[in-house]
């Protein structure tokens, strides 16, 4: 099985594997995607972004398929077997984000790299700016896209934000304990704002911060909220930058956010 150690001729580094006989690596010098089996023998292999620390790629084992997320704008499921495409996901146009392709990041709702029953992929949005200039469409700028592992299509319309909405780079979806939702931080023009999203259909309420508070905050300069075991309490951690002290940003606070159940 995979949990004995096996010899490779390339510098690797394992991204996934099926739960028996198959892994994911990725070649950091050829610039692939290989999968190996018991014995470290290639089964197939993809070009792909592959860097020393796999930051730029992201794979989940879902069943019969291996779905890979490189930062390209396209997210792909291939068979396990032989490296078959199944399906291709490709992040919309400026039209309905103005969030460039190479900055949505990936994650799953199982919270790992395993995807069962019932789990999404998200894709996620994980730079500061926007796009220079950029217009979207009525429906706003898509900062969030639900995949359906099985499909490759989007489980639910994408979460979005208007033409002042800003986030803050990084993860932006906290999983709740129980992996049935998640929060997301942002601003909303000068308005802080905590959005709850139910991962079964995408409905999702936004409160202002603000609304939500009993702490004075005032001069925080960033914040993250984080789900807990009560739907109805958030944590909320804060803290503020000074320019002179670089280790300004190190110290934050904590506090309890009630939202609607």
């Known amino acids: 099985t995979l949990a004995e150690p096996v010899e490779l001729d390339y510098y690797a580094s394992v991204i996934t594997d099926n739960g028996s006989d198959l892994a994911l690596v990725g070649d950091v010098m050829s610039q692939k995607l290989r999968v190996v089996d018991a ?12 860097n020393e620390d796999d930051s730029a790629t992201e794979a989940y084992s879902a069943g019969e398929n291996v779905i890979v997320h490189d930062y390209s704008g396209t997210t792909t499921a291939y068979s396990w077997a032989d490296g078959q495409k199944v399906w291709s996901f490709e992040l919309p146009d400026a039209a309905s984000s ?17 995807l069962g029953e ?26 969030v896209y639900a995949i359906d592992p099985e499909t490759g299509k989007e489980a639910w319309p994408a979460l979005s934000v208007d033409a002042d909405g800003e986030t803050f780079g990084g993860r932006l979806i906290q999983l709740a304990p129980d992996r049935k939702s998640g929060v997301m931080s942002w601003m909303d023009g000068g308005e802080p704002v905590v959005t709850r999203v139910t991962f079964e259909d995408g409905s999702h309420v936004s409160v202002p911060i603000t609304e939500a508070r009993e702490i004075d905050d005032t001069g925080a300069d960033y914040f993250t909220v984080y789900p807990t075991t009560d739907p109805k309490t958030l944590t909320y951690v804060y803290g503020s930058m000074d320019g002179d002290d670089p280790m300004s940003s190190a110290v934050t606070r904590a506090a309890k956010l009630t939202v609607p159940a």
């Open 98 to 114: 103005c969030r460039p392709a190479q900055s949505f990041g990936s994650q799953s709702t199982s919270g790992g790299d395993r």
């Open 118 to 143: 019932g789990d999404l992929i998200l894709l996620e949005n994980t730079w500061m700016n926007p796009e220079e200039n950029c217009e979207t469409s009525a429906e706003g700028d898509a900062v």
């Open 39 to 50: 014995k470290g023998d290639e089964k197939w292999s993809i070009d792909s972004n592959v």
